[in-house]
C-alpha cells in the first residue's frame, strides 16, 4: 500500500495503536490494518516513531486511536497469516 492508502484505511478502520516499546527518547507504536481486498486477508503493521520532543504537554497512552499518530508513520510491513 501507498502512503497515501495507509492513512485513509487508519481513518476508514480506526484501528487501536499500542506501544511496543521506549528507546533512546522515541515510543514505538504499532497498528494492525487490512488492505481494503474484498476478502480482508492482507493484514498491514503500521509502525510509527514519535520522539518525546514532539509530544509537548499533550497525553500519549499505552493504547490509542492510530489515526492520532499518523504525522509520525515510519512504515509498514504485510503479516504473514
Do not use: C
Request: net charge negative; no cysteine; proline share 4%.
Amino acid at each position: 500500500m501507498e502512503l497515501n492508502d495507509i492513512k485513509k484505511a487508519l481513518y476508514k478502520q480506526n484501528p487501536r495503536a499500542r506501544i511496543q516499546s521506549k528507546n533512546d527518547g522515541i515510543f514505538y507504536y504499532i497498528a494492525p490494518i487490512t488492505d481494503g481486498t474484498i476478502d480482508q486477508e492482507t493484514k498491514i503493521e503500521v509502525r510509527f516513531e514519535v520522539p518525546v520532543a514532539d509530544m509537548g504537554i499533550a497525553e500519549f497512552h499505552d493504547v490509542m486511536d492510530a489515526k492520532h499518530l499518523i504525522r509520525w508513520i515510519s512504515g509498514s510491513r504485510t503479516l504473514n497469516l
